[in-house]
């Protein structure tokens, strides 16, 4: 009783109601600009956040993750440009939906399936995180080293199409992560005699370089203008068509759930993997493609889900499965908070704070998606460059705010060409910033496990935890790579055989 007694207190309380409307508000209105994923929303707002007190700025930041999650279904339903990437699905009926002039219900689908998405999401995580969390006191620097790897392993998930790619940028991330103070000698490493790198290089720095700067390099040459003929409203669906939604609505919270644990796969593999499995188990298969509501809530319900449970492994073991995540991680580090085993047993007030702000922030979400419709439908219709040039604005400011040092701002503008080189390369940005948050954990886990041991390497296999972690590590990568090598040989098979027909 007085654990509910407490929820009920928190709940009310303006120091946490602020932040979650504000992170929703915003986090719609970065979501419902196209090019601006939910990772890039939440870059601009980090830079503001030094300031703040932990609980607010993580509440913020989980807030605008939720909030990015729906509104990027607005452009994919008005203009049929998806705003995030795991509302493409959402595209291929909520689109057909406008055009037969029912934009309105198809937004209303889309609110109403992403408030059901996170309510599910909130308590897998609230019912997962704590019990994985048990183990904070067994873990010693061998466990942590063993994590750190376990935590790297997911690469080879994350690398798209190429792993060597994937390997090249996680290895960049780990170069930039040993720039500093060597974390057991004390020596200076690779400062080229600058003062300014004696602390190191700010995961801040790069992420809003890599995720945020490099797209607006991007679009600057994006020339395509996109509008919207009528402003909608929103209209929900009547009780006969919110049972025909049940179903997909559980698939979706299904797939959101397993897909959001799994480091790697994210709202978009949900999102589609739902979509074809309401497909499958749906009385009107004929409708999807054509403008079927329930094409629109399974991936709505899915990538809502996914903003939640996505969560849980960053929490528990302080590993981010997504851009997104990478980015609350290091809301996590500005104020001196690391996720992983300990954070709950050292400050299980913020953990509190977080899944009652992210609850506050489901349920504003329906409220605030209402009010803020005829904003993003207007900036929507808003040229590029006038955009482009207002979020330049924000992450310059926002950057030199954090310690009014021109030299952070110039090590985010080069984070920002190379991100953008990244780009045109399709290298992968989340195995660069896995290497750089990571790379401190690995190596200094790592020498001080063999100082305890006296340089015996044994050590890593002698601990219970670390033998699981590193055994689980290998696996990750062996599954991987063969799913990978039998994606290889099903596409030469199917070449050959094309070859044969002609």
Known sequence: MEAVAGFFTQFFDIYLILPAVLGVAWGIIGGSMPGISPSIT???????????EPSFAIVLLASTYVGAEYGGSIPAILIRTPGTNAAAASVLDGYEMNRQGKAGLALGISLYSGVIGSLVGLSLLVMLSGPL???????????????????????????????VKGLIAALFGLMVSTIGTDPVSGISRYTFGLSDLLSGIQPILVMVGLFALSELLRQASNTEDTRVKAAPRIEFPDNKLKKRLILPQSIG????????????????????????????????????????PEGIAAPETANNTVAETSLIPLLSFGIP????????????????????????????DVINDLYVGIFIAAIALLVIGIMIMPACIWLVNRPRPYLNAFILALIMSGIYSINNSLFELSVMLVAGVIGYFMR???????????????????????????????????IFLTDSISLILLSLAALFIIGSLSRRLLQMLFRQLKTKVTDTTD
């Open 42 to 52: 939440m870059a601009l707002l980090l830079p503001f956040t030094y300031a703040l």
């Open 133 to 163: 969390a048990q183990l904070a006191l067994a873990f010693t620097p061998p466990a942590y080293f063993a994590l750190g790897v376990l935590g790297l392993s997911v690469i080879v998930s994350l690398s798209g199409e190429s792993l």
């Open 253 to 292: 919270a299904l797939f959101g759930g397993f897909e959001g644990v799994m480091p790697g796969a994210g709202g978009t593999v949900a999102s589609f993997m739902s979509y074809n499995e309401a497909r499958r188990w749906s009385k009107k298969p004929d409708e999807f493609g054509k403008g079927s």
């Open 321 to 348: 499965g997504s851009n997104s995540t990478a980015i609350l991680l290091g809301g996590f580090l500005i104020h001196g908070l690391v996720p992983g085993p300990l954070l709950f047993a050292r400050s299980g």
């Open 424 to 458: 045109l390369l399709k290298f992968p940005f989340l195995p660069t910033v896995l290497g750089l948050v990571l790379g401190f954990m690995i190596e200094s886990n790592f020498r001080r496990s063999l100082l305890l041991s006296g340089d015996d390497y044994s």
